[in-house]
């Protein structure tokens, strides 16, 4: 009786595909360069700089929406600038913290604590122990410490965290902490204590969503690494740039589009990809970037969409006149004090009418609600609210969500 064949050894023969390098043009790839954000690299660099010369750099925060570079971009100086430090045996540090993992004041000192002293374990030490141990670390080290906080608004009690840090250096006799904040909302750090947000914003940088011709020489760059020689069509390029750039300027949804339209072709054992396979792929890619949004949302706008989710699926539709279907919209006020009961259900305070407005406006700029003016025929004066996108699936990832908090 012969070897069996390995069922993976004859579906690997046979399988044809258009990808040379398929992680090239995955959203997580780390490029060398970064087009169109030189200025960006060389005002980040030139902050970090001051660390070469024992000095502490000034605290910095970044802000833009997502895909625009600002993570990638301050990962790479980071890490140069470390590796040049290295080679000149200068005492610098730095650690980068994804905040939506490191969701607190505690979790944060614990990852700066375990880079210090990796050989050591602090499972179950208290928060005051291991900020002293911190000190310690920095202090012990003389280092200049960069700290990293990426999504630093998922940090529950921020406030307490950036104050504790930046306060540090009063208590160091050697060294320094220095903090690099990075947030998708613009309108975060209106939210900051008058403290945090005078200590954190010494010097802000906004990262502006790319235009469509900077995305297309984006994916040109990547499309040469990732795809086999003539396996993507030129047109299929620029319909992909074009998408993303009408949509949100978002280098990531368009490095999303490409590889997902690489993976339809192969699926229909295609050569190349077309334009058509980028169409087929932006319904997929936009569903995913919706849903992973809504993951990195704070807790209250999670609650107030998954208000508006709720009602939606319950509100009634209406006929038209030409027999098409349509949902009718909700009132801002009746949103309100649903959101306000569902918080309150859940243990949790509601925010003011006013900071209710300010996430219907994000909401909004997050192209997740569609907002109108009530117009005539309506009493009173309010915004008539709608989701722009399906209230079944918003519902169900957000529970999700909840259960995995």
């Not at 208000?307 to 038209?320: D, F, G, N, Y």
Request: hydrophobic residues 40%.
């Amino acid at each position: 009786m012969g070897e069996t064949t390995n069922i993976f050894e004859t579906h690997f023969a046979n399988q044809q595909t258009v990808f040379l390098d398929r992680n090239a043009i995955s959203p997580h790839f780390m490029p060398n360069k970064f087009p169109f954000r030189e200025k960006q690299i060389h005002e980040i660099s030139q902050i970090f700089s001051t660390n070469l010369n024992q000095k502490k750099s000034d605290n910095l925060f970044l802000y833009g929406k997502t895909g625009t570079g600002k993570t990638s971009v301050t990962r790479l100086v980071l890490r140069q600038l470390l590796e040049f430090a290295g080679k000149q045996n200068l005492p610098i540090n730095g650690t980068y913290i994804n905040c939506r993992n490191h969701n607190s004041k505690y979790r944060v000192l614990s990852k700066v604590v375990k880079e210090l002293f990796p050989e050591e374990n602090f499972l179950g030490y208290s928060a005051a122990f291991i900020y002293d141990k911190v000190m310690d670390g920095v202090n012990k080290k003389k280092t200049n410490y960069l700290i990293v906080l990426d999504e630093i608004d998922k940090v529950k009690d921020l406030d307490d965290l950036v104050y504790a840090l930046t306060r540090s250096n009063d208590e160091l006799e050697n060294g320094s902490v220095s903090v690099v904040g990075i947030s998708n909302n613009v309108f975060f750090k209106e939210r900051l204590d008058p403290r945090t947000k005078s200590s954190l914003c010494q010097h802000e940088m906004i990262f502006p969503p790319y235009n469509a011709e900077e995305l297309n020489k984006i994916l040109d760059e990547r499309a040469e690494l990732a795809f086999k020689p003539k396996a993507i069509e030129e047109s299929a390029i620029n319909l992909a740039a074009a998408f993303a750039a009408k949509e949100s300027g978002d280098a990531r949804t368009a490095v999303m589009l490409l590889l997902k339209a690489g993976e339809l072709a192969d699926k229909k054992q295609e050569t190349s990809v077309q334009d058509v396979h980028v169409q087929k792929a932006k319904k997929k890619v936009e569903e995913e970037l919706i849903l992973n949004m809504i993951a990195t949302l704070p807790k209250h706008q999670q609650l107030l969409l998954h208000t508006i989710a709720s009602l939606s699926m319950h509100k009634k539709s209406q006929q038209r006149i030409t027999g098409t279907i349509e949902e009718l919209p909700l009132f801002s006020g009746e949103i309100y004090e649903e959101y306000a009961k569902n918080a309150r259900n859940v243990k949790e305070q509601p925010v003011s009418a006013r900071w209710y407005r300010e996430y219907i406006s994000e909401l909004e700029m997050f192209g997740l609600i569609l907002t109108a003016a009530s117009g005539h025929g309506i009493r009173g004066n309010t915004r008539l609210i709608r989701l722009s996108f399906d209230a079944k699936k918003i519902k169900e990832a957000l529970e999700k969500q909840f259960e995995n908090a």
